[in-house]
């Protein structure tokens, strides 16, 4: 019986209670095999690629998509932005186990190409409840509406609408997400404006420069717009509804007096 093919990478997301922050924190494991390893992972890439392939894991989502920049993972691994791009391309060659482990693919981004890294043998798991050693110590707050959360539900509302995927700028992006809309708008609400600002935007918005809407734009101008849409409607509707009501109370009072003939 042929052996089964271990994954290679584990990478984990996982949300447990922080007794610093006194809530629900996220964040992302990564574990190399230790067959793997002993199988001569790190012999075959190379101490050098193998350093770059922890730092291009480190930049994955839960969708098992990588978006660092070669710029990036110069700094994190100390190589020149040469020698990264050297060893990208002589990684994505390399097989192990008879298969390879990297994978990229270039998209569109504002400018240039952008890389999205992808790994092959690799295993992504999202654990979402708590640790229980962890509950039985301290309270489980429910999860609040994340910066993250909100680029997810970003990016599939945008691909549903144009068809294709929106290429973030995380460390950028999330933070305006954080500070510009996270403390003002819920989530049901922010959900709503996202719809709207996506849905809308090509026939209200868009320009020949600006032809399709960005995080960006959301944290600036596009959110007030759509949520000041949004209200308009809410608005709209709560009338609708108390017109509703008031016919509905006036026709079973109108029953009422036709039982006694008056």
């Not at 186990?97 to 295993?123: A, C, M, P």
């Amino acid at each position: 019986m042929a052996d089964k093919i271990r994954p290679v990478l584990s990478v984990d997301f996982k949300k447990e209670y922080s007794t610093l922050s006194d809530g629900i924190e996220e964040s992302l494991r990564v574990c190399v095999d230790a067959h793997a390893i002993q199988a001569g992972l790190i012999k075959e890439l190379g101490a050098n690629r193998f350093a770059l392939l922890m730092a291009i894991v480190s930049y994955m989502d839960v969708d098992g998509k990588c978006f660092p920049s070669q710029r990036k993972l110069a700094d994190l691994t100390g190589q020149s932005p040469t020698t990264v791009n050297k060893n990208i391309n002589e990684m994505l060659e390399i097989k192990f186990n008879g298969q390879h482990i990297l994978r990229r693919e270039l998209v569109n981004g504002s400018k240039n190409k952008k890389s999205i890294y992808y790994i092959h043998q690799g295993k992504v798991t999202n654990t979402d409840a708590v640790d229980d050693s962890v509950s039985d110590l301290q309270p489980v707050k429910a999860k609040k509406f994340n910066s993250r959360d909100v680029a997810n539900y970003w990016a599939e509302v945008y691909k549903a609408t144009f068809g294709q995927g929106y290429t973030f700028n995380y460390g950028k992006e999330l933070a305006m997400i954080k500070n510009k809309l996270i403390p003002n708008y819920d989530e049901q609400t922010l959900k709503a404006v996202i719809d709207i600002a996506i849905k809308n935007y090509r026939e209200k918005w868009a320009s020949e420069k600006y032809p399709l809407p960005t995080i960006p734009m959301l944290c600036s101008w596009l959110a007030n717009t759509a949520f000041g849409m949004y209200k308009q409607g809410s608005d709209k509707a709560e009338k609708l509804e108390k017109r509703i009501e008031t016919a509905k109370a006036q026709d079973d009072t109108d029953r009422a007096l036709d039982l006694f003939d008056i």
